[in-house]
């Protein structure tokens, strides 16, 4: 597709996207009626509706794609188009309430993220972008920030829910970028804390045991906004890598020489 093509086919998404994450933020939910995958990984009927929604008004704007779903809807074409859905990421933030979650749609041709459209439907901020074309929040371009060390940085991290193989390096790690940084935050959302760092109210990003549908989305948008995305070890494919290093571009290098001091 060129990027005239890819600018529709994002409008398209982002009414699709509009759409579905109005109708979740009107549905209510309690932990007790979530269902666990893994121990701390819930998923709710609000997460299997939207993601049902999703692939049905995917498959009409884009036929030949396959999919990349967290509940494991439809089926991924190897080294074709796929859209890659998170419908509810931040789970266990919406059964409690607490409003920071997001929908996140990307759609990758073979290992690159082409489109990502990530939105917020307690703020009404969408975050979009087409390779090419730019990244936006609403109808205004962002970009990352300009801030250009990690003293003066604002990072954000996740913390794994059922993957503890790497803990006490990773609390290590956490330790020592709380001394090196303005701060560090904790969303619970990894499709929102790469969409901050797109409009540069973070200046990084990190994080392991992530899946596809949790940064394909956020990985194009962080690109087109001027950042960078890449595996710990600076490896080239976040999407369908282990772990996941997304910063401004500017404090890249610095926080992943510090990051290898843990995760070699």
Same mark, same amino acid.
């Given at each position: 597709?060129?990027?005239?093509?890819l600018?529709?086919?994002?409008?398209?998404?982002i009414k699709l996207?509009?759409e579905?994450?109005?109708?979740?933020?009107q549905?209510?939910?309690?932990?007790?009626?979530?269902?666990?995958k893994t121990?701390n990984?819930?998923?709710?009927?609000?997460?299997?509706e939207?993601?049902?929604?999703?692939?049905?008004?995917?498959?009409?704007?884009?036929?030949q794609?396959?999919?990349?779903?967290?509940? +494991?809807t439809?089926?991924?074409?190897e080294?074709?188009l796929?859209?890659?859905?998170?419908? /509810?990421? +931040?789970? @266990?933030?919406?059964?409690?309430?607490?409003?920071v979650?997001c929908t996140?749609?990307?759609l990758?041709?073979?290992?690159?993220?082409?489109?990502?459209v990530?939105?917020?439907?307690?703020?009404?901020e969408?975050f979009?972008a087409?390779?090419?074309? +730019?990244a936006?929040?609403?109808?205004?371009?962002?970009?990352?920030?300009?801030?250009a @060390?990690?003293?003066?940085?604002? /990072?954000a991290?996740?913390f794994p829910?059922?993957?503890?193989?790497?803990?006490?390096?990773y609390?290590?790690?956490?330790?020592s970028?709380?001394?090196r940084?303005? +701060?560090?935050r904790?969303?619970?959302?990894?499709? /929102?804390?790469?969409?901050?760092t797109?409009?540069g109210r973070?200046?990084?990003? &990190?994080? &392991?045991?992530?899946?596809?549908w949790?940064?394909a989305?956020?990985?194009?948008i962080?690109?087109e906004?001027?950042?960078?995305?890449?595996?710990f070890?600076?490896?080239?494919n976040?999407i &369908?890598? /282990?772990?996941?290093?997304?910063?401004?571009g500017?404090?890249?290098?610095e926080?992943?020489?510090?990051?290898?001091q843990?995760?070699?």
């Amino acid at each position: 597709m060129n990027k005239q093509e890819l600018a529709q086919l994002t409008n398209e998404v982002i009414k699709l996207s509009r759409e579905i994450g109005n109708w979740m933020k009107q549905q209510t939910t309690h932990e007790s009626t979530a269902e666990i995958k893994t121990e701390n990984n819930l998923v709710t009927f609000v997460d299997k509706e939207s993601e049902r929604r999703f692939v049905e008004g995917l498959r009409n704007l884009l036929p030949q794609a396959g999919f990349v779903a967290e509940e +494991g809807t439809g089926e991924k074409i190897e080294g074709g188009l796929n859209w890659v859905i998170d419908p /509810l990421d +931040g789970t @266990t933030n919406f059964v409690h309430g607490v409003p920071v979650w997001c929908t996140s749609i990307g759609l990758t041709d073979g290992n690159e993220p082409i489109l990502g459209v990530i939105f917020d439907p307690n703020s009404d901020e969408m975050f979009s972008a087409s390779k090419g074309n +730019g990244a936006f929040m609403n109808d205004s371009p962002i970009k990352v920030s300009t801030i250009a @060390t990690l003293s003066s940085s604002l /990072l954000a991290t996740g913390f794994p829910y059922d993957d503890f193989g790497r803990e006490e390096q990773y609390l290590r790690l956490f330790q020592s970028l709380m001394h090196r940084t303005r +701060g560090m935050r904790r969303l619970g959302s990894a499709a /929102l804390d790469m969409a901050w760092t797109a409009c540069g109210r973070f200046e990084g990003f &990190y994080e &392991y045991g992530l899946n596809p549908w949790d940064v394909a989305a956020g990985c194009i948008i962080v690109t087109e906004a001027g950042g960078k995305s890449t595996e710990f070890n600076n490896g080239s494919n976040p999407i &369908y890598g /282990l772990d996941l290093n997304c910063t401004n571009g500017l404090v890249h290098e610095e926080l992943r020489e510090i990051i290898e001091q843990y995760f070699s």
